[in-house]
């Protein structure tokens, strides 16, 4: 061996000494993915159809937490002080990005409590409504806001959920305020929708697209620039005379101190999975891309995360809308 190579294999097995012995033979037991939201909602569909690969990629079994309320920051702040082993990882979405402005007292800063591992899929959201909702379309929709304000209930996942920005930027657009009903995540929205006693939600395709295709609820508008071919019948708020975009982002964390091994580790497992092609299929079906290799990365993510934060703030702050 070169005199070269003896030091970088030396190099390298030092380093390898100086990981924890746990980060050396990771891992060896079931890893928790905690979802801020209750199930059936759109984070933790999104969980649910990954699992399965990232848990043959990773050997061990991944289980799916629900941790619920507080718009995902409870589950957020749990992940925050979790033991950071690669046992404990959190799924999120763009909730991450919006929270540090909507709260003021948020007990942790996302910026440096935790690992990003790498970003996810972006995921377009619709407006659908009760099955007897007045009209068909979304200038129908907006028009009933308008004549019933805060008569008209929107269901959202809390103040930080995804739902929750959707409701309070078309608010904000069109000037009129409704009045909002918070769940714990937007799983147990549909029954309410579906029984009529919730008027309208703003929800991701990964969990509407089954309530819309069967015809249990109204849809009004897709939020992405462009129809879906999972909904093609369903047109844009955009090409319906209200420009409205909104695309939901996801990204995977572990606690703040996770050896860089294990994040590599995750990382390497969360990108075979997101190539995988049965993946890529299922979320197609609900319109749904995995994120280019590129951006799956614990730089991209966290690059983006910043840019997303410093976004949202101005955003938010004129809209003035506070959860504490
Ligand atoms: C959100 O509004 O942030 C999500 O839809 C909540 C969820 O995944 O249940």
Redesign the pocket.
Known sequence: MSMIRRVFAGAAAAALLALPAFAQSYPTQAISLV????????????ARLMVEPFSRELGVSVVIENL?GA??TIGVGRVASARPDGYTLLLH???MATAPTLYRRLPYDPLTAFETIGLVAPVPMVWIGRPNFPGTNFADMLAFIRENGDKVNVA???L???????ATLLQAQIRQSVTTVA?????P?FAEIMGGRIDLV???T??TTPYITSGRVKAFAITSAQRLSSLPDLPTATEQGTPFEVT?WHGMYAPRGTPRAIVDRVNAALRVTLGEPRLIARLAELGIAPEPQERITPEAHRAFLEAEIARWRPILTAAGEYAD
Request: charged share 10%; with cysteine; aromatic share 4%.
């Open positions: 979802v801020p939201f209750a199930p059936g909602g759109p984070t933790d569909a999104l619920g718009g995902g979405n763009i909730g959202h996942a809390g930080g959920s995804a739902s929750q920005l959707c769940f714990r995540g937007t799983g929205v703003c929800d991701q990964s969990s939901v």
